[in-house]
């Protein structure tokens, strides 16, 4: 088995601290996700996944219990260590793509890693053979109003790639994407996954994309109920 990647332990959420509604979401979680494995995150709605996921991607932290994150304890770090983390550790694809709209596709692959104080001569450069793996090079002088939503979402995941992340975190990818589209930006995880090794963290409400992840973790009121390993990675 490989190192964990992401180990939490005791992972409470509460908002409204010491107040009469004071809310707990996440009831004290414990996951451990290997390097390189692909595990989704499952539940209905106001399961907890979304607060779940804020934490892993250091978007937020948890209210009690600790986050190890590439052997880094993200509990103990400042907001500007944080940003760095986020920066560096991690990719975030999400469903509304989130790209700069008057930016070409290329320079907002580059956006990561300008912000990680790589030269511009390497940005380019690593941008186009991020591009050329997401099979979007003959796009890349476009803006985001000139491409399509799978356009869009491929340009994401290459802006994901781009300061090699420890981890990718990929919230509904495929939410705002007609079936056909979906199926392109799975297999292109899966290419991710396998080639490039990577360990991909899906948050999904579908199931059968849950069933293509290596493992499946399904939340429900803020508590793990499941955590098996897929037929797929069984059979493997």
Do not use: C, W
Request: hydrophobic residues 40%; aromatic residues 4%; charged residues 30%.
């Amino acid at each position: 088995m490989n190192r964990p990647i992401i180990d939490m332990k005791g992972i409470f959420k509460r908002f409204y601290i010491g107040t009469p509604n004071e809310l707990e979401i996440l009831h004290g979680l414990d996951i451990s996700v290997p390097e390189g494995q692909f595990v989704s995150i499952v539940g209905a709605s106001g399961s907890g996944k979304s607060t779940l996921m804020n934490i892993v991607g250091a978007l937020d932290r948890q209210t009690e219990g600790k986050y190890v994150l590439d052997g880094i304890d993200v509990s103990k770090l400042d907001d500007t260590e944080l940003s760095g983390i986020r920066n560096k550790k991690i990719g975030f694809v999400f469903q509304t793509f989130n790209l700069i709209s008057r930016t070409s596709a290329l320079k907002n692959v580059e956006l990561p890693m300008l912000y990680a104080g790589v030269p511009a001569k390497e940005r380019t450069k690593r941008a186009k053979e991020l591009l050329e793996i997401v099979e979007m090079t003959d796009r890349a002088s476009h803006m985001p109003n000139e491409l399509s939503g799978g356009q869009k979402q491929r340009i994401a995941i290459a802006r994901a790639m781009a300061n090699d992340p420890a981890i990718i975190l990929a919230d509904e990818p495929t939410g705002a994407l007609d079936s056909k589209t979906g199926r392109l930006v799975m297999d292109l995880f899966h290419k991710l996954h396998k080639e490039k090794g990577k360990t991909i963290v899906l948050i999904t409400h579908n199931p059968e994309l849950a069933e293509e992840t290596d493992r499946i973790i399904t939340l429900s009121d803020g508590r793990i109920i499941s955590d098996r390993m897929t037929d797929k990675e069984a059979a493997e």
